[in-house]
């Protein structure tokens, strides 16, 4: 029982940190973004080069303006590993709106974390772009542009 009740913590964190993502990118608030990360974390829309280490994701993020929604997070699984250090995990996000060269979008998002210092991390985000409002040379245009 105990090692249930750790699984389940460990999940609710993760979500948490999800819905953390989701706001700092909603807020452009670089330097809160780049700390969800693990020093050398990851983050990759299929087809598009990666941003590597927080510097580079701090950067990125905090170059854009902030959104008007929040990108909502769907159909979220994780599964922890059995020494409890680190997890993979999948979600879809939804965003209505507020991307302005995208507009509204769909995107599957597939996750690796690990938990250090006392707190669950992104070690990896790889983004494949589902639908985009705008069609698909939009979605190619932001495969070939940093992550959102």
Known sequence: M?????????????????????????????SGFAELF????????AGGDALIGRHALANYIGSLRPLETL???????????????S???SCV????????????????YEDSYRHEGGRWR?????????YAERGNSES???SSAAPA
Request: charged share 15%; aromatic share 4%.
């Open 2 to 30: 105990p090692q249930d009740i750790a699984i389940l913590m460990a999940k609710d964190a993760i979500r948490e940190l999800t819905a953390a993502y989701c706001r700092a990118v909603m807020r452009a608030d670089g």
């Open 38 to 45: 693990v020093e050398n974390g990851r983050l990759a829309i």
């Open 71 to 85: 990108p909502l997070i769907h159909n979220h699984i994780i599964a922890v590993a059995a020494d409890g250090g």
């Open 87 to 89: 997890a993979t995990g």
């Open 93 to 108: 996000v939804f965003s209505p709106v507020g991307i302005p060269a995208l507009g509204g979008f769909v995107a599957d």
């Open 122 to 130: 992104l070690v990896a985000r790889q983004i494949t772009m589902l």
């Open 140 to 142: 190619a245009a932001l």
